[in-house]
């Protein structure tokens, strides 16, 4: 960085800190002994138009659980499942690679929050976030934002031991101690309560809001109309396969409670029709408060899901396509980046340096794994990673290494390997390592590079007689009766 863009770096670092002091009114805080800010992506005149749009704005970030980027009309899915998403998808940047870091809440969750791979936050289980971890709770407090976590699912709360660092956190409980049945809790509306009284309270402030619907997540409940949409019809190009190999759940799955397999996939198309819906309505609340078009609003999902596709029903069991892939919307303030689309591979763990390289917020350069995006945004590059990696849980694990052009997935077994040219096999049938061994030895050579990067390596992925580094210590959730419950009926417990 050169003299100019240091004295660039420090004005922005302190018009930051002076922005929290006055228009928060709150105690200016030293940054932690250690904390070596990273550098501003650029300020080439095209990523200061949108950092510019998006000045003084509010962040709101909406997930809905376990949707799959393929079954999003934006995303090229012929079924009617998501019009206020495709609408948004027209005013905003559509990322078209956009993968997650983990297939099961709390994991992704925690990755999304802190910028960091699984094998780095270990937030797995019922272990906590490390104490001391940066996250965007934490961070945009610190510099005035007002924070705020709305969440369904209890895997993606402070419960879980992740989301401790918002200042107000709300979930299903809080609407009435007598809503406990599955309709109820499972259900986008009492949320949606909580998210209009706190926007009519709390709107005038500038803040961060991060909201978790359960929808499309199972048991797929929705009102009568919506499943009415897809009922007893053949879901769009379904073709069920089965696992790469001999993989140890298939007894698990076989004991998996479901109608047959196209009518699941119907069920699970409404419950994203009601997912959707309930990203209508917080926008429709954000404009009732007046503050829709003061807000970044971003709309993701934690996974996708699984239909049998590679064997793999539900998620968390395996890192293909339709489990790893998820949409990632991002709508700008001014009308900024209206209806753009991104290809480059982009993952879960680049929005937090992406949110704060807009707004102009300081973030570690340790400890956050994560690209910030604006470049790719303002066309200054036209990839933001070479490869983007994801793991998952099952009988064996698996971990995923995904290039534009190909996939390669380790079993954790330190045995299995299959690559998939995707160009000519993006359903990825077809196990081509024996064919193309130059491609798979680079991939794997990254990834021998990525496991040493991680606070505690997965080589076991490469070496079945490797010994573990021991995990480091964290606090960890003893989990009461009533998240138990609720978990289980999740698919969570077994």
Same mark, same amino acid.
């Given at each position: 960085?050169?003299?100019?863009g240091?004295r660039?770096?420090?004005?922005?670092v302190?018009?930051?800190?002076?922005?929290?002091?006055?228009?928060? @009114?709150?105690v200016?805080?030293?940054p932690?002994?250690?904390?070596?800010?990273? /550098?501003?992506t650029?300020?080439?005149?095209?990523?200061e138009?949108? %950092?510019?749009a998006?000045r003084?704005a509010?962040v +709101?970030?909406?997930?809905?659980?376990?949707? %799959?980027?393929d079954?999003?009309?934006?995303?090229g899915?012929?079924?009617?499942?998501? /019009?206020?998403?495709?609408r948004?998808?027209?005013e905003s940047?559509?990322f =078209?690679?956009?993968?997650?870091?983990f297939?099961?809440?709390?994991?992704?969750?925690?990755?999304l929050?802190?910028?960091?791979?699984?094998?780095?936050?270990?937030?797995?289980?019922?272990?906590?976030l490390?104490?001391?971890?940066?996250?965007? !709770?934490?961070g945009?407090?610190?510099?005035?934002?007002?924070? +705020?976590l709305?969440? #369904?699912n209890?895997?993606?709360?402070?419960?879980? @031991?992740?989301?401790?660092?918002f200042?107000?956190t709300?979930d299903?409980?809080?609407?009435?101690?007598?809503?406990?049945?599955?309709?109820?809790l499972t259900?986008? =509306?009492?949320?949606l309560?909580?998210?209009?009284d706190?926007l009519r309270?709390n709107?005038?402030?500038?803040f961060?809001?991060?909201?978790?619907?359960?929808?499309p997540?199972?048991?797929?409940?929705?009102?009568? &109309?919506?499943?009415?949409?897809?009922?007893?019809?053949e879901p769009?190009d379904?073709?069920?396969?089965?696992?790469?190999?001999p993989?140890?759940?298939?007894?698990?799955?076989?004991?998996?409670l479901?109608?047959? *397999?196209?009518e699941?996939?119907?069920?699970y198309d409404?419950n994203?029709?009601?997912?959707?819906?309930?990203?209508?309505?917080v926008?429709?609340?954000? %404009?009732? !408060?007046?503050?829709f078009d003061k807000?970044?609003?971003?709309?993701?999902?934690?996974h996708?899901?699984?239909f049998?596709?590679?064997?793999y029903?539900?998620h968390?069991?395996g890192?293909?396509e339709?489990?790893?892939?998820?949409?990632?919307?991002?709508?700008?303030?001014? @009308?900024?980046? %209206?209806?753009?689309?991104?290809?480059?591979?982009?993952?879960a763990?680049?929005?937090?340096p992406t949110?704060?390289?807009?707004?102009?917020?300081?973030?570690?350069?340790?400890? +956050?794994q994560?690209r910030?995006?604006? /470049?790719?945004?303002?066309?200054?590059?036209?990839r933001?990673? =070479?490869r983007?990696?994801?793991?998952?849980?099952?009988?064996p694990?698996?971990?995923?290494?995904?290039?534009p052009e190909?996939? *390669?997935?380790?079993?954790?077994?330190?045995k299995?390997?299959?690559?998939?040219d995707l160009?000519?096999?993006?359903?990825?049938? &077809?196990?081509v390592?024996?064919?193309?061994?130059? +491609? !798979?030895?680079?991939?794997l050579?990254?990834?021998?590079?990525?496991?040493a990067?991680?606070?505690?390596?997965?080589?076991?992925f490469?070496?079945?007689?490797?010994e573990?580094?021991?995990l480091? &210590?964290? #606090?960890?959730?003893?989990?009461?009766?009533?998240m138990?419950?609720?978990?289980?009926?999740l698919?969570y417990?077994?």
């Amino acid at each position: 960085m050169d003299d100019r863009g240091r004295r660039r770096w420090l004005w922005w670092v302190l018009a930051a800190a002076l922005a929290a002091a006055v228009g928060a @009114g709150v105690v200016l805080r030293r940054p932690s002994v250690g904390f070596a800010p990273a /550098p501003f992506t650029s300020d080439e005149p095209r990523v200061e138009g949108i %950092r510019e749009a998006a000045r003084g704005a509010n962040v +709101v970030l909406v997930v809905i659980d376990a949707a %799959r980027a393929d079954h999003v009309g934006c995303y090229g899915y012929p079924r009617d499942t998501t /019009p206020n998403m495709d609408r948004l998808a027209g005013e905003s940047v559509r990322f =078209e690679g956009h993968f997650c870091q983990f297939p099961r809440t709390k994991e992704s969750t925690a990755s999304l929050f802190a910028s960091q791979y699984s094998d780095s936050h270990l937030a797995s289980g019922n272990r906590h976030l490390m104490d001391g971890t940066f996250t965007m !709770a934490k961070g945009l407090g610190e510099a005035g934002y007002r924070t +705020v976590l709305f969440s #369904s699912n209890p895997n993606a709360s402070p419960g879980a @031991g992740i989301g401790l660092d918002f200042r107000e956190t709300y979930d299903q409980g809080d609407v009435d101690p007598l809503v406990r049945s599955w309709k109820e809790l499972t259900s986008p =509306e009492p949320l949606l309560g909580l998210i209009g009284d706190w926007l009519r309270r709390n709107g005038g402030s500038r803040f961060f809001a991060y909201i978790h619907f359960d929808p499309p997540h199972q048991p797929y409940i929705q009102p009568e &109309e919506m499943t009415a949409l897809f009922a007893g019809q053949e879901p769009p190009d379904f073709e069920a396969g089965d696992f790469a190999f001999p993989v140890g759940d298939r007894e698990v799955l076989r004991t998996c409670l479901h109608p047959p *397999l196209p009518e699941w996939i119907n069920l699970y198309d409404a419950n994203l029709r009601y997912a959707d819906w309930a990203v209508g309505e917080v926008e429709r609340l954000l %404009r009732e !408060a007046g503050v829709f078009d003061k807000t970044l609003f971003v709309v993701t999902a934690d996974h996708g899901e699984g239909f049998g596709e590679h064997g793999y029903l539900w998620h968390e069991r395996g890192v293909y396509e339709e489990m790893a892939r998820i949409p990632l919307l991002m709508r700008f303030p001014a @009308g900024a980046q %209206r209806g753009r689309t991104v290809r480059g591979l982009t993952q879960a763990i680049d929005l937090l340096p992406t949110i704060f390289d807009t707004l102009v917020v300081p973030y570690p350069r340790d400890g +956050v794994q994560g690209r910030s995006l604006l /470049p790719l945004m303002a066309g200054l590059t036209d990839r933001a990673h =070479e490869r983007v990696f994801c793991r998952s849980d099952g009988e064996p694990p698996s971990y995923l290494v995904r290039r534009p052009e190909w996939a *390669l997935m380790l079993w954790g077994n330190g045995k299995w390997r299959a690559l998939y040219d995707l160009a000519g096999d993006p359903g990825q049938r &077809e196990n081509v390592i024996e064919q193309h061994p130059e +491609v !798979a030895e680079e991939m794997l050579a990254a990834f021998r590079v990525f496991a040493a990067e991680q606070r505690r390596p997965p080589l076991d992925f490469l070496d079945p007689e490797v010994e573990l580094a021991p995990l480091p &210590e964290a #606090s960890e959730t003893e989990l009461t009766a009533e998240m138990e419950k609720r978990l289980r009926a999740l698919g969570y417990v077994k």
